[in-house]
């Protein structure tokens, strides 16, 4: 996984060292009421590094990204792929949370830039098309 990392933070002109943590759901829904005031359990968070003041760092940090192992595995197999293979979906998707996009408010930037990185690292299909995939599944559904 931290070659993976190195690479996906390289396709993603990401500088800087990242922390990853893979987690629990209890965990990740921890840290997601704490920080984002959901109470629920979540495959990836990512946390920014702020900026420090007066010093001189000598190397930036990019940020931390907590996944769960636990929907991680769930994910995958609905998937049908490894988990190995789901884990890196989501590193890469929190890559791109630590980079500035936000999937929720950049009118499909950061979908359209995951696509070109998921098929440059051979990654199959990214945690906002399956979204987006389930919405037109369900719309089509309705009579």
């Given at each position: 996984?931290?070659?993976?990392?190195?690479?996906?933070?390289?396709?993603?002109?990401?500088?800087?060292?990242v922390?990853?943590?893979?987690?629990?759901?209890?965990?990740?829904?921890?840290?997601?009421?704490?920080?984002?005031?959901?109470?629920?359990?979540?495959?990836?968070?990512?946390?920014?590094?702020?900026?420090l003041?007066?010093?001189?760092?000598?190397?930036?940090?990019?940020?931390?990204?907590?996944?769960?192992?636990?929907?991680?595995?769930?994910?995958?197999?609905?998937?049908?792929?490894?988990?190995?293979?789901?884990?890196?979906?989501?590193?890469?998707?929190?890559?791109?949370?630590?980079?500035?996009?936000?999937?929720?408010?950049?009118?499909?930037?950061?979908?359209r830039?995951?696509?070109?990185?998921?098929?440059?690292?051979?990654l199959?299909?990214?945690?906002?098309?399956?979204?987006?995939?389930?919405?037109?599944?369900?719309?089509?559904?309705?009579?």
């Amino acid at each position: 996984m931290g070659r993976f990392l190195a690479q996906a933070q390289d396709a993603a002109k990401l500088s800087g060292q990242v922390t990853v943590l893979l987690t629990t759901d209890a965990t990740i829904r921890d840290l997601n009421r704490r920080f984002r005031g959901k109470d629920e359990a979540t495959d990836v968070l990512s946390f920014p590094a702020k900026p420090l003041q007066n010093t001189k760092p000598v190397e930036r940090v990019a940020g931390d990204v907590a996944i769960s192992v636990e929907t991680a595995r769930k994910q995958a197999a609905e998937q049908g792929h490894a988990l190995g293979v789901e884990l890196r979906v989501l590193i890469l998707h929190g890559l791109l949370h630590l980079a500035g996009y936000d999937h929720e408010t950049d009118a499909g930037r950061m979908q359209r830039r995951e696509r070109q990185l998921r098929a440059k690292l051979e990654l199959p299909l990214g945690l906002i098309e399956r979204v987006s995939v389930k919405r037109t599944k369900t719309r089509r559904r309705k009579p």
